[in-house]
C-alpha cells in the first residue's frame, strides 16, 4: 500500500487535528447492484433506440488500436454522423473501448474508469489483443481475455481492425443495445466475485478499494 | 392581486416551443459547424437521443445536496429569463409574465445559472469543476461587463425598464431598430453576446478538450440532461433578449424563429473562422475592446 492512502492524523493550520482514512473517505465502496430494466416494453424500446443512437465513447485509448479512433473523429470517417460521440470523463460516457491490449498496469486504470461509468455501459474489445492476447499471448505484463476483467458485449478482430471495421462495429453494437442484449453492468454486479477475483489475481499491488464510484 | 391564471399553460407552450427549436437549432447550429470542417456532422435529431439517453441512464450518485440544486439552478436561470420577457410582442398568449422592471430581472437571470452550476460543481469536489468554475466565472463576468453597460444605455435611451416598452419603441420601420438609433450599444453588446454564447473562440471553458469538460466533470444521468434541456433553452432565451432590446422585437413566430436564427449565426459565423482563446485572453479581449465601447455608449446618451 502507497503511503499516502494509509490511515494517518492530518494537524490542520489552526492546531485541530482529525483522522483520515483515504480509502474510506475518498471512495464510495458499496458493491454495484444489479438494476434491471425498471419500465414497461414499450418506454424500455424508445430508451433502448436512444441509448443505440447516443454512443458516447470514454476517451481512454490503451493499445495500438487507439490511433483508429482518431480518424473516426476527422472529416474521412466522421463517426458523428451515426451518433458517436467522445466525452472525457467516465462519468458521462456509457461506451468504454479497450483498444487493444491492456498491461497489468493500465489494466487497474481502466477498472476504475469503467467502475466509474454509470449504469447501462457497455464494453468493446479492440483487436486481437483483448480476445486472445494477440500478439502478445506470450507477454508478461498484459492480459490475455479481456473477458475474464470485464464484461465485454462486442469485440472486433484485426490487428489493427481498419476504422470502417470499427463503424461496423458500432452498428452491431446498437443492433445488440436495441435488442436489450447489452446488460454488462448488470454481469459484472452479478459475478462481481468472479470478476474481482480475477483481477485480483493479475494486479498485485491493489491499492484500491474493491469498488469505486 | 389581480393574477391572470391564463398565462400559466401560455407560458408553458412558449417554453415547449422554445426548447424544441432550441434542440433542433443546436443541432442546425453543429451541423453548419461541422460542414465547415468538412464533416457531415450530427443528425439533426442528435440531441433527443443523447437527452432520452441521459434520462434513462438507471445508476446516479450525488454528492451533496448542492450538487442537486446546480443544474436546477442553472435550469431556471433559463427559463426564468425566458419567461420574464416577452416572447412575441404584441400577442397576450406570448408576452409571459413580463412586467414594468423586467430589465433588471433579466440581466439577474443571465447570471444566475453560472452562480448555482458553480456552487453545485463545487461540490462535487473534482479538482477539473473547481477549475473549470474559476475560469468560466471570470470569462463570464468580463463578458457581461459590455453587456450591463448597453442594457444601462438603452435603458436610458429609451427612459424605461420595460422590455416590453423597449420594444414598442423600435416598432415601425427597421430604422427605429436600436441597431440604427444606438449603434455603439448594440456592438458592445454583441461583442459581449459573443462571449456568453459558449461558441469559439470563447469556448474555451466548456471545450472536452480542454480540462476535461470544466464544470460538469462529475455530473451524468439525469443531472447532466437537466443541463442539456438549459443549453437548448437558454441561448434563446438569451438571444431573445437581444432580439427584443436592439432588433426590434418579434411580432410572430415565422418572424422570431428567423430572427433568432440569424443572431445566433452571427456568433456561429465568428466562431467558425477564429481559433479558440485563453481565459486570460479574452478577459483582456473584452475589457480592451468591447468595455470601452460599452462606456462609449452610455456617455453618449
Ligand atoms: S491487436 Fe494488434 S494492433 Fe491491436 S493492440 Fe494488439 S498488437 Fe496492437
Redo the contacts between chains.
Sequence with gaps: MKPELEKRIVRTPDGQEFEVDPLRDYY?EAAPTV?PA?YGKIVED??N???S??LWILGFGTGCGAIEMRPLM??RF?A??Y?V?????P??A?LFIISGYLSTKTLKRAIRSYEQM???KYVVGLGSCTINGGMYWDSYNTIKCLDQYLPVDLYITGCMPRPEALLQGFEDLKKLIRAGKCEGANKYSENFDWYKANQKQVIHDWDMPDYN? | MDFDWMKIPYSLLTLFIVVNYGMILNAFIQKIG?RV???????I??N??????NY??????THGVMFYLGPVFRLSGGVGLLLFVPTIYGSYMFSNMSFAGDLILALYFVFFGTLGMALGAAESGHP?AAIGITRGLSQVTAAELPFALAVFAVALQYQTLSVTDIVAAQQGSFLNWTLFTNPLAVTAAMLSFLGSMMRPPFDVVLA??EI??GP??????SY?ALMQTNRAIFPIAKIVIYMNLFFGGAASWPVFFLKVFCIYMISVLVGVVFPRFRVEQSIRWFLIWAVPVGILAVVLV
Excluded: V
Excluded at chain 1, 460521440?85 to 470523463?89: S, Y
Excluded at chain 2, 470542417?37 to 443528425?43: A, D
Design positions: 464510495c438494476m425498471a424508445l430508451f433506440w436512444a441509448r443512437q447516443s476527422t472529416p466522421d458523428y454522423r451518433g460521440q467522445w466525452r472525457p470523463t462519468r458521462q456509457n454509470q449504469n447501462p464510484w | 461541422a470542417g468538412r464533416r457531415h456532422g450530427i443528425p435529431w442528435q433527443y437521443a443523447d437527452l432520452i439517453k434513462s441512464i438507471r445508476s446516479s450518485i477539473h472536452p478538450q476535461p469538460i460538469p466533470t462529475e455530473y451524468h444521468s447532466l
